[in-house]
């Protein structure tokens, strides 16, 4: 079967990367993936999935950093104009862009669980001639908007499976749910919908990326988690007054913001482990001679585990509201993202370690990667787990033109046909059983 | 000759209010009064005075907090399109807008010099249907360029005086010197000026201002002094890194400048008079997960004399250089604007009392004035002192629809024929001398 | 009576010098003058004075900073070892260490209010041998005891005049009363006896000062008020925990206390006049590698007027409690002393200017003096103009061996002869009343 | 011979106990354990041992936090009085308190190195009948020096190797270097033992400690490594001025204090490793209305590795200098304590591990132990390693009655003789070589 599915993918080649460099054309920002996410509704729809999009897979409430309402019709507005699905859109309005597709075998099996993330950066791709995509014409069409992090070859490569499950049904077992989630940057996007219930049903969960430092043909399968982490606004509210004539009079919100920002950077380490804090962004005040009324943080908490990232964010909460007692100015937090912690489940990744070895083009399979960024994946890893599945998160290595976020960000595409037939050989190879014997299906 | 002035003011009052009109309508912000200055230039020209304009009347090197040349230049070609005087507007390319405008009546007398100053502020105009300006359609048609400060009445009674001085040339002794100064927002144009010279042959030399919290019919003479002031940006710049995986190798210039801003608000008082500083603005970070590789600080240092105002310039100094240092930040300090202190001459200060007792419509003379703002004028009243000439400071009120600065801004347009008779009837009449007999002429 | 005054004082100028040497040799700390003022009670009494001393002449609740029950019994103790006068000493017993002596002529006449004060520093006297007590064998015998600012040289003021005004007695009118308080530094003692109502009955009050930068024959008599101020500890009550093995269990009082520090110096200055903030003494922590659970602050606040430094104190407190909340430390403020601000009365400076005038040995009457320092006579001076009296601040110049609070300070004793004669001029010669006439007696 | 040295430590249990509690009674502090270093060197010399002591084993440069001369000679004076062994003691003056006895057994064989810790606690021992010390009555009887952290245990269990090894000496193979160290605590002694050379010629290296958290028969014998660690003394030196009267002219060194303490608290962390950073104490001003000209902080830095440390330790000299510039303040930094981070010997472990399996006592072997506290035998460690050696820290459980560092702090004294039959069977046994096969000797 192996070779099947190699030939398979030799055969969908130039559609996959057709397909990535469509989403690099046409990049959306987090929670306006409208295009993105009607087109490969669509699709999986065509393909014979049961696809489930919008409030059916995103719990409202817990979307975090969702854009105003104005903004989200604009783009609505703008992703209509470049031909996003318009038998799908209309669900996905005001920011509801998750797409769910399940390919249900009729065979009794695990289901498995794969996610994509869907959303650009905001970010002004380059336009120098240097850079891979202004040669070959596919760069981002949207203002401030470039997938710079390698989510329009996960896109593809989601597909890419899809269509090769699709073909392949009849021999297979089980069910296989394709989740693409919006918003992943910032950690937005995954809890609403493990809040909507999309992975209550799966037992096997994988998550995958690409490139982070591991070079092309390197298989990464860690069994490291990543660090907790919470995303914050901070809003200190103060009252103006003339600097010169009457300071006595202001409230001063940049003194209340700058004491905050130096003693949450001051915060003590934890002893059970890494932690981190940042104050990434301030901007305060409103001319020269104003005792300044306002201040706006962007701030992140991490920690190895949840409780220590708990631990910075309570210091945190304490400190802020402190400083604005202190200058006597009102305090506002918001949480615009947020990921728990989650360790890989061993047993899978020794499965998944031991499957790849035999896929021609993994040339080495290694543990850690380059990382300390977050990835709210550990929400759907850590619902799965809790339900008695099993979680693990992987990474292709592929040759980077620049590093993530870059505004030259580019990839050696060669990885999308070998992440495709490397994850469809996982899931469908049945010598290595996926799910341990002592657990039933 | 007080009937003959009043007369002749009553003769231009229309003239005036469209003049003052006109410059609202085409608010010009500091250094781009192309279309304001030219059109100055031109009428005191038509009337006799001679005229010099820009880099004449303006030293390069000590304009202050000048704009791009980008912008310069974009600015002019609005001016050209607004109807800048085409004869003169050419000499003021590049930001030097200031015109000064000589009439000298040949026969032996003091100079007297007054100012005027050109520039509307950085502030979006209410559209609201209760300002009067919306009421009678002379608001800005320039965007975020507003004369909430009064400078359109100041042109307009400049304008008003020199007309009546060339037209009372014949019973006139020594020269009247008309300056009409650009940039006085941010105490950034009058050093450039002073630097040219044009006050050096100075002896009498009166500044003027309208409202500042005095009513209608008052006339404030005052012998208090201004706060020296001078204006800032610092700029800090660091290094980025993600803020997860490599906190270590970032240089934090937000934490330099939140370091700096804290410690510059404590600097110690001076214990010879009133000091402030004030940190108005700080803009840091590019990204909630990136150590922040830049901070810019808008900072203004006050001192009621030039010697407090430079301790707290040195004390500033040391602690941006210093808070710099202690993150490996780069920092650098730009000087955009500064005014010294000044005392009004006790003589004029006087002399003008007297005079305007007798002026009609004057009904109150006072001393104080609510300030705390600064002005530029101090640099000519300090150099016409220091060349042994006397200076003074006088406040015409008027009711404000506003405070000062806000984008409801507006005048009661009285003040303006009433500034124009008062400063005429002061500066002609000959009973008290404006010069104290121990000065030759 | 002129010459007569300055008979009597020649007749017992040894004795002056006597009894501030004794006064030296035996300096006392604030609330511990139990051997000084039960001399001072007994002299009084002796000479005529119906004496009230301790709980008669001193509220109990308003005595500020009084030192720890054991310390005082011991410096009881010592008191009494060194010669106190045990008929008064008991009375003055736990820090009650005031003594009011007042002479009625039976007469009528105004009630005349005179202040003197009578603790020593807790300064280490010098034993140099260019020190003039050493030579003259009258330094300190109390450890860390000294009459650095003069304090001894106003007792032996205060007893002439008082044994002067005895011998006057029938030739005088009214009432005179000599107000000895204790605790002046660190403004602690003068609330206390104001509260106790000792001031009540006065119509003419003059407290006096030696030295302070005037020179020998200068009488200062100022219309300028002192700043207020308030003298405050402050103590941050955190969690010890090892700064290694678990920091994140500390409650770090250290980086409350620096939080608040440079919070505190970071108030915004007050228009409306001088303001002052120090934190003086900062004591953290318990060793190198524990997180420190305590910290304790001496701080003042200071103000042009009450009102100011109210507001000073007002955001001090704020800063207090938020920096304690920001590190989750309990904190707790203690007022250790206070004064108000208060004017001279105009009438009163300038009466006592002339008369000053007359006497022999004064040389030159001025205005100011370098003070910036505290003074809780201030308190009375507030409590007789609010009753309708007059009060004013005088100051004789003295030839300084180096400056106030100094381990080395010593005086010229000419000023002592020279004050009493000056000051018994003022409140007995009645050629220019020192109550104005609208005031009835 | 597992029983014979069974035997012979039974034989000398009450001995070892005497010896602890004689080290207990007389404790002394570090640098100044003159009575206790003598008293071992004349033991060692009695014993056959070749002693040598003071400079000849202390390179007089790299001590650090070594007290003033006066108190050093003060000291010495007291441990004469106090029985020190007026034939060793000489060599020991000026803080010169190093021992080491070796024993040349004569044959060929490795030489094994032992340190044990000679120094006590600044503290004050409890004096409550709670207290075993108290009862037993051998408190300590110098004030404000205790044994709390078992180095009197170290003593005993050193003294009983040393004399168990001379007995068996015969039978044994090589070289026994038994290293007493003065100055642990505040990891100020090892350094200087170390580049005099002491640890240059030893194979095998064994550091020990008692408690720890470990329980009685428990034998921790780690691969993990301490924190490296400075410890640092550093001040600032500014000036004084009156904080009412001229503010401006101060130098304050309490608000750079401040600045350099909240700053260095803000250091990143480190993403390689743990990082610990704290100002355990801080010390400042001299009046509360004097602008404080002086400020002294107790510091120490922590790493997971020396490079991590370093890093800390920069960044903090590099804030320390910056913060004294920016008030214009001197600054210095004494290092008063220094180690480094040093690994185990996995062989060695694994070989100490395998041989106290067989020794009677010893119930549970384990690998961490409660620690975060720093220790400087991590210096000799890594000089042993460097030379191609092998190095091991061990850990011997006992039941404390109070955590390290208490006033309570005491042991079961049970500790001490199964900790010299587990040492001297692990050293002296050799069916399982201490040194692997491809190390020739």
Redo the contacts between chains.
């Keep these: 079967m192996n070779n099947r599915i190699s030939e398979m993918v030799e055969n969908i080649k130039d559609l996959l990367i057709e397909w990535r460099r469509d989403f690099h054309t046409y990049a959306e920002a987090g929670w306006v993936e409208f295009r993105t996410a009607s087109l490969i509704a669509s699709r999986l729809s065509t393909w014979g999935y049961e696809v489930r999009a919008g409030r059916e897979v995103m719990d409202e409430s817990t979307r975090m950093g969702v854009p105003g309402q104005a903004y989200l019709e604009e783009q609505f507005d703008r992703a209509l104009q470049q031909g996003a699905d318009t038998e799908w859109v209309s669900q996905l309005r005001f920011g509801f862009t998750g797409v769910v597709g399940t390919l249900d075998t009729g065979r009794p099996g695990p289901t498995i669980g794969l996610r994509f993330d869907m959303d650009a950066l905001d970010l002004q791709e380059s336009s120098d001639d240097s850079h891979f995509p202004v040669k070959e014409r596919f760069t981002s069409v949207n203002d401030r908007m470039m997938h710079a992090c390698g989510h329009d070859a996960h896109m593809a490569i989601g597909l890419g499976i899809a269509s090769l499950l699709a073909e392949l049904k009849d021999s297979l077992n089980g069910k296989f749910k394709l989740i693409f989630q919006p918003a992943e940057e ?1 950690v937005r996007g995954a809890k609403s919908m493990v809040e909507a219930g999309v992975v209550d049903d799966v037992d096997i969960f994988i998550s995958q990326h690409i490139g982070l430092g591991a070079e092309l043909g390197e298989f990464v399968c860690s069994d490291l988690g990543f ?1 907790a ?1 919470t ?1 914050l606004n901070v809003s200190f509210q103060g009252k103006a007054a ?7 009079e ?1 409230k ?1 919100a ?2 209340a ?3 905050a ?3 949450m ?2 915060i ?4 059970s482990g ?3 804090i ?15 009324n306002k ?1 706006e943080l ?3 908490t ?1 920690g190895a585990t949840t409780e220590i990232n708990e ?1 910075m964010y309570e210091r945190m909460r ?2 802020v ?3 604005g ?2 200058y ?1 100015v009102e305090t506002h937090i918001e949480e615009v993202g947020a990921a728990p912690t989650c360790t890989p489940s061993e047993h899978l990744v020794a499965v998944l370690r031991k499957k790849a070895k035999s896929v021609k083009g993994i040339q080495k399979i290694t543990n850690t990667f ?5 990835e709210d994946a550990t929400y759907m890893m850590s619902r799965v787990k809790e339900n008695g599945g099993q979680a693990a998160y992987v990474v292709f290595g592929t040759t980077l033109s620049a590093v993530h976020h870059n505004e030259k960000f580019d990839i050696d595409e060669e990885v999308i046909p070998l992440a495709v037939k490397t994850l469809v050989h996982c899931i469908t190879q049945f010598d290595t059983p996926l799910v341990p014997s002592n657990r039933g299906e």
């Design positions: 910032g660090l982490t995303k003339h600097a010169g004539a009457n300071p006595e202001g001063n940049l003194l913001a700058a004491t920002t130096l003693n950077h001051a003590s380490p934890h002893s890494e932690s981190r940042n104050v990434g962004v301030l901007h305060a005040g409103t001319g020269r001679n104003i005792i300044p201040a962007q701030v992140e991490r631990y304490k400190i509201q402190a400083a007692d202190m006597e380059t990382s300390g960024g977050s």
